[in-house]
């Protein structure tokens, strides 16, 4: 039980990342791919069914963690306490953007609130890059560790805008109408590519700073690595055969690689300590209902509302 609650956390972030991800990633094309106030309507109205949904497994990662690695969360909150108040702001200014953006019929209105929010999405994505490369340098690094675990928090960032990118234009490409398809399953296929070459030398990186150097974590992350990079390189050719499906479900593997890492880092530190045995036990009987009962919830809302935008889609933004 010990184990498992310390790999939940993960496998909840991981879906995070795979579920809000292409809400972030759709933000940050916003101007790219919807070129007129049509097409901002366009994406705008594909990511609005599953938004607030989407957000659930954050919330549940925030609740997870707290209740069954208490070290670490209070690691996490004390050592990188700015990092994560920044994180909470651009997070707010992001869906505020969302809310905002329609409500008054000015163009103006409208383009403001789209550069506002292309602008908080590159800037939410790199905020769990850098969130990403911190963790994985150790969470927070020990005294003289800083340099190395900001220099490791930039590479990521950079890995995590692009993944984000490719993984919100691979959605949009299956739920854009077909006019405007085709430009987001251009866009994924050429930045899949520069995701693909920069996560690798970022996976490598992460290769030579596994502390301690188990054979199981040393395996896991490059397993993860190679498995991520070579979904990246799959799903051009899975756009240019039409089977937006596969391209998505790569795409999410990638988005997903980088959170699973962070299981990975943590489940190795010997400082990531569990609850007490009566807690886990406790928590036991409520994650068995919750992850299943998570998963179906976004299931349930993939196969309602997943298909391509038209003139009866409903809008909620």
Same mark, same amino acid.
């Given at each position: 039980?010990?184990?498992?609650?310390?790999?939940?956390?993960?496998?909840?972030?991981?879906?995070?990342?795979?579920?809000?991800?292409?809400?972030?990633?759709?933000?940050?094309?916003?101007?790219?791919?919807?070129?007129?106030?049509?097409?901002?309507?366009?994406?705008?109205?594909?990511?609005?069914?599953?938004?607030?949904?989407?957000?659930?497994?954050?919330?549940?990662?925030?609740?997870?963690?707290?209740?069954?690695?208490?070290?670490?969360?209070?690691?996490?909150?004390?050592?990188?306490?700015?990092?994560?108040?920044?994180?909470?702001?651009?997070?707010?200014?992001?869906?505020?953007?969302?809310?905002?953006?329609?409500?008054?019929?000015?163009?103006?209105?409208?383009?403001?609130?789209? &550069?506002?929010?292309?602008?908080?999405?590159?800037?939410?994505?790199?905020?769990?890059?850098?969130?990403?490369?911190?963790?994985?340098?150790?969470?927070?690094?020990?005294?003289?560790?800083?340099?190395?675990?900001?220099?490791?928090?930039?590479?990521?960032?950079?890995?995590?805008?692009?993944?984000?990118?490719?993984?919100?234009?691979?959605?949009?490409?299956?739920?854009?109408?077909?006019?405007?398809?085709?430009?987001?399953?251009?866009?994924?296929?050429?930045?899949?590519?520069?995701?693909?070459?920069?996560?690798?030398?970022?996976?490598?990186?992460?290769?030579?700073?596994?502390?301690?150097?188990?054979?199981?974590?040393?395996?896991?992350?490059?397993?993860?690595?190679?498995?991520?990079?070579?979904?990246?390189?799959?799903?051009?050719?899975?756009?240019?055969?039409?089977?937006?499906?596969?391209?998505?479900?790569?795409?999410?593997?990638?988005?997903?690689?980088?959170?699973?890492?962070?299981?990975?880092?943590?489940?190795?530190?010997?400082?990531?300590?569990?609850?007490?045995?009566?807690?886990?036990?406790?928590?036991?009987?409520?994650?068995?209902?919750?992850?299943?009962?998570?998963?179906?919830?976004?299931?349930?809302?993939?196969?309602?509302?997943? &298909?391509?935008? &038209?003139?009866?889609?409903?809008?909620?933004?």
């Amino acid at each position: 039980m010990s184990l498992l609650c310390a790999i939940l956390p993960a496998l909840l972030f991981a879906g995070y990342f795979v579920a809000d991800g292409f809400d972030i990633g759709a933000g940050l094309l916003l101007r790219r791919l919807g070129r007129d106030e049509r097409g901002r309507r366009a994406v705008l109205t594909s990511i609005g069914p599953f938004f607030l949904g989407n957000e659930v497994w954050l919330v549940a990662v925030g609740g997870l963690l707290a209740a069954v690695l208490p070290l670490l969360k209070d690691r996490v909150l004390g050592g990188l306490y700015l990092l994560v108040v920044a994180g909470l702001l651009i997070w707010v200014v992001r869906d505020a953007a969302l809310w905002f953006r329609s409500r008054r019929p000015s163009a103006r209105w409208r383009r403001r609130w789209d &550069g506002v929010l292309a602008g908080v999405s590159t800037l939410f994505a790199g905020f769990w890059g850098v969130l990403v490369g911190v963790l994985l340098a150790g969470a927070p690094p020990l005294a003289g560790r800083w340099v190395v675990a900001a220099g490791n928090g930039a590479l990521w960032a950079a890995v995590m805008v692009l993944l984000f990118a490719t993984h919100g234009a691979a959605f949009l490409a299956a739920r854009l109408p077909e006019d405007l398809a085709s430009r987001a399953a251009d866009t994924a296929a050429r930045l899949a590519g520069p995701a693909a070459t920069l996560l690798a030398p970022a996976v490598v990186v992460q290769l030579l700073m596994t502390v301690p150097r188990q054979a199981g974590p040393l395996v896991a992350t490059a397993l993860l690595g190679l498995l991520a990079v070579a979904a990246l390189r799959a799903a051009p050719r899975a756009l240019s055969k039409g089977r937006h499906g596969r391209a998505g479900a790569a795409s999410a593997f990638a988005v997903a690689a980088p959170a699973l890492l962070v299981g990975v880092r943590l489940a190795a530190d010997p400082a990531t300590a569990t609850a007490d045995p009566a807690t886990l036990s406790l928590l036991g009987g409520f994650l068995i209902v919750l992850v299943p009962l998570l998963g179906a919830m976004q299931w349930w809302m993939w196969r309602t509302f997943m &298909g391509r935008v &038209g003139a009866g889609t409903p809008v909620f933004f």
